[in-house]
């Protein structure tokens, strides 16, 4: 498994994050396998979120499942997210939100600090003031090592810059080969023809890399939001033929492909699977060791049905 030094945060980790947002579904004997799967794969970057499950069922089944594993906890990581409340209807970055969903999560997860946090999708009221606050008083205390957040556009991160001492040093963007916008809006800027034209967020990848920002990419074999994976997917024919003839070559899954098409983008990125499958998941750390050349990156971006204007 190949590791990266994330500028301002923490040193040696994964390329590959395992979502822990299934884990609900499994037993406390299949959790731990799915984690010391991931682990033996060298996976040590573990993501959460409060909203993961009712009432937090996936770091509560991560905490009961972790003892079971034999893994020591300082050699892991462990990320969780805040500020999605499913239950009321909310985003709510609230500094009193903040740090109940903190201690929430250090109890569910049945340790004593996060390495991670990130506050999860824009709360449209959020107040960085009270951000700054509820971020100092977890750092002080000791219950977060590490600062970041989700799906934030490039001035919502400069204004909570502005107030938040803590370095900002993950953003999780959505990003697969169906769903590129993240890097290629660029390639089709000023065309009236083409709604690849449109500029959805804000030049997202290119103020995080400019700003030492490491971007984890969420759903990297997904059709849209919620439209299932694109692998072995009948209305994807040539990108699953490209797939498949780079797969055999490299002697690894589609999946697997798919991924190192990912990481293969300079702006050294981390990728999140969210099979908790432990085959599936050894299919897809696969993804790490492959390097694919400029030539088949290509390949793979126009065969799933993009362009070169």
């Not at 040696?12 to 991931?38: F, H, W, Y």
């Not at 999780?172 to 290629?184: A, G, T, V, W």
């Not at 849209?224 to 994807?236: C, E, K, Q, V």
């Not at 696969?286 to 400029?294: G, N, Q, S």
């Amino acid at each position: 498994m190949k590791n990266i030094n994330v500028v301002n945060g923490p040193a040696n980790v994964s390329v590959m994050i395992q979502g822990c947002m299934r884990m609900p579904d499994l037993s406390k004997e299949s959790a731990a396998t799915a984690i010391r799967t991931a682990f033996d794969c060298g996976i040590n970057f573990f993501d959460h979120a409060t909203c993961y499950g009712a009432n937090g069922a996936a770091e509560t089944r991560f905490g009961e499942s972790f003892p079971l594993t034999g893994i020591k906890r300082e050699d892991i990581y462990i990320q969780s997210k805040c500020g999605i409340c499913p239950e009321r209807g909310e985003f709510d970055w609230t500094k009193e939100n903040i740090i109940s969903s903190v201690d929430d999560s250090l109890r569910r997860l049945n340790v004593d600090y996060l390495d991670v946090l990130l506050l999860h999708r824009p709360d449209l009221l959020f107040d960085p003031e009270e951000v700054a606050e509820a971020f100092d008083k977890m750092e002080n205390e000791g219950k977060v090592r590490y600062f970041g957040v989700s799906n934030l556009m490039p001035m919502q991160l400069e204004l909570l810059k502005k107030y938040v001492k803590q370095p900002l040093v993950f953003n999780q963007l959505q990003l697969s080969l169906e769903q590129s916008q993240l890097i290629d809006q660029a390639l089709y800027m000023n065309n009236k023809t083409t709604d690849f034209s449109i500029n959805r967020d804000g030049s997202a990848l290119d103020y995080c890399r400019l700003n030492d920002i490491t971007i984890q990419t969420w759903s990297p074999l997904q059709v849209g939001m919620f439209g299932g994976t694109f692998i072995d997917n009948p209305d994807f024919p040539e990108l699953n033929k490209v797939l498949g003839e780079l797969a055999e070559r490299e002697n690894v899954s589609k999946a697997a492909i798919a991924i190192a098409w990912i990481l293969r983008h300079p702006a050294k990125m981390q990728a999140i699977i969210g099979t908790m499958n432990p085959e599936h998941i050894k299919d897809a750390c696969a993804a790490a060791e492959v390097t694919l050349t400029h030539k088949d990156w290509y390949r793979l971006y126009l065969a799933s049905g993009k362009f070169l204007p």
